[in-house]
Each structure stands twice: as C-alpha cells, then as structure tokens.
C-alpha cells in the first residue's frame, strides 16, 4: 500500500469532524499563500529518502500500541516500525521545551509530537490539566504568547532580571505588590543599559533554561493561559511570518503558525539575538516531518488543480 497525501489527510480527520477555529497548534486545511513559493525549499534537512520509503511501504504498526500509522505514533510519540531512529535526524536545542497540550487538540492534527521526535532529549510534552509548578523558576522560563506584555526575543535577557530571586524582590510577599507580567517601561535613557543588559548576558551565558509552547485551537487557549501556574511567567511574542502549514483556516491571517513552526523561528531568533551567532541551519531539521508533508499535500493539490 503506498502513501497518499489523502491517505494522512483522511487518517488526520478520522480524528473528529472539522472545527472552524484558528489554532496554535494546527489549523483546518486550506491553502496558504506560501503554498505558492514554498519557502521550505532553503532549508538544510537531512535526507527524507526513509520517509520516501516508508511512504511507498504504506502503514506500519506503532512498537508500542499496535495502532497503525504513519512514520510515527501521534499518541505514544514514537516511530513506527518502517522508520529505522538511525535514520532519523536529532536535533540537540540550547534550551529545554515544555508543551502544554489541550486535552481536546486533536492528536493527529497536532505538529507538536515532530518536536518530540527530532528533539527527544529537550522535549516534553503535558496533557493539560498536567503542568509543571514553574513559581520557583520562573527567573528561568519563559512562555511564547502574544499578548499586550509580551517582550521579543532580542529583549529576554533584560526582561528576566525582573524575575531573579535576587533581582526583582527577596520574597513573595514582595513580588506579589505588582503583577510580573507588568512590562517595564524603557526610557531613551535607558537603551544603554538595556543594551548593556544584554551584552553582559551574552557573555555570561542567559539565564532562561526552558520556554513553554501552548499547543491548542485559538479559542481554547484561554483555559490554559490563564491557569495559576503560568502566571507570572514572561511572556514572549515572535516575530511576525507567515504559516506554511496546510491546514491554515479560511479567512484568518496567514501568521497563525503551528506548534512546530513556531517552535523552529523561536529557536532561529534565540540563537541571532541572544547566542549572537550566525545562523546555518542548526534547527532546520525541526521541520523534517513538517516540510516532507507540506511537499507530498502540495504537489497532490498541484495534480488535482487545487493548488
């Protein structure tokens, strides 16, 4: 039995009908304008001739549930048996990931397992109502949320002197007198120091060790970001791009990214801003599953005109 883009679509939507949301994680299948200069082709990916194969093969079972699938297990976070690891590309990260998953996010739908998968040992994913008490590290990690306090990439470094148990307060009694997400207002006469800020940070190593992705439909999101233990996190907005992801919903603004894309250009940013490296593909292969689907789907709407 061999692969078609139907065949992932048909087992994606097996999952529960359509949903007319916009979503962090995944979104309803139409077709992004970036479907038309398919900007995944610069990437530098490590060959995808055993995803080719396993295509052609068809559906293996999962080594642990027994469930048939495709390259891997949405549900267990593992290969299936036609995709020897060996072949699979690891990324290591500078940074620990924490993924809080929507108990409703539809497991097939969902790119956060391609994370789990390329990134084993950085990675972890929790069903929501399960999150991690992140009160006593909160000088260490970081949430990726759009939002009026949200800070860039570029001004962590600053931002997080905030929430240093030696900076911002002695206790919690002290911290509690204003909210932690109350951004800090940034005088003309202050850019030095916070370019000083971060400077020194650069050299002494950042003190952020973890950034928490929230991988959930837009309208149910809220649930999860308003729960008691992400509060007093910062909170960091990414840059605006545009989604290449197939199911990108009608009439929503094509920067709606999924979980896995917006974990890659978070880690692109991180290492120019903050690492002050040249960037040279490190992370690209986050987008190894992600880029070989975006390929099969769109040439399958170029054969049938729909592209």
Not at 274 to 298: P, V
Request: net charge positive.
């Amino acid at each position: 039995m061999s692969l078609s883009s139907s065949t992932i679509l048909n087992e994606e939507n097996s999952q529960g009908p359509k949903r007319n949301t916009a979503r962090l994680g995944s979104l309803e299948l139409q077709t992004p304008s970036s479907f038309q200069d398919n900007p995944l082709q610069k990437l530098q990916l490590a060959s995808q001739e055993v995803l080719e194969k396993a295509k052609k093969s068809g559906r293996s079972k999962c080594p642990r549930c027994s469930s048939s699938r495709m390259f891997y297990c949405y549900t267990c976070f593992v290969l299936v048996e036609t995709v020897p690891t060996t072949e699979i590309p690891t990324v290591k990260l500078p940074l620990k990931i924490d993924i809080i998953k929507h108990p409703n996010e539809s497991d097939g739908k969902s790119t956060a397992v391609h994370a789990k998968l390329l990134a084993p040992d950085d990675v972890t994913i929790y069903k929501y109502p399960c999150i991690p008490e992140y009160k006593e590290k909160r000088h260490e990690v970081a949430l990726i949320f759009p939002g009026p306090d949200s800070v860039s990439v570029k001004d962590i470094a600053f931002h997080l002197q905030k929430y240093s148990r030696k900076g911002v307060c002695d206790t919690d009694d002290d911290c509690s007198k204003e909210p932690f997400l109350k951004k800090a207002r940034v005088e003309p006469t202050e850019e030095k120091d916070l370019n000083e800020c971060n400077s020194s940070n650069m050299n002494e190593g950042t003190k952020l060790k973890k950034i928490v992705f929230i991988d959930s439909t837009w309208n149910q999101t809220n649930k999860i970001i308003t729960d008691e233990r992400l509060q007093g996190l910062l909170q960091i907005e990414l840059k605006t791009r545009k989604t290449c992801f197939w199911r990108h919903q009608k009439g929503k603004p094509d920067t709606y990214l999924s979980t896995i894309e917006a974990i890659y250009y978070f880690f692109v940013d991180y290492h120019q801003e903050i690492l002050k490296e040249n960037y040279k593909g490190q992370y690209d292969n986050l987008l190894f599953f992600f880029s070989f689907m975006y390929t099969l789907i769109k040439n399958a709407k170029r054969g049938t005109g729909k592209e």
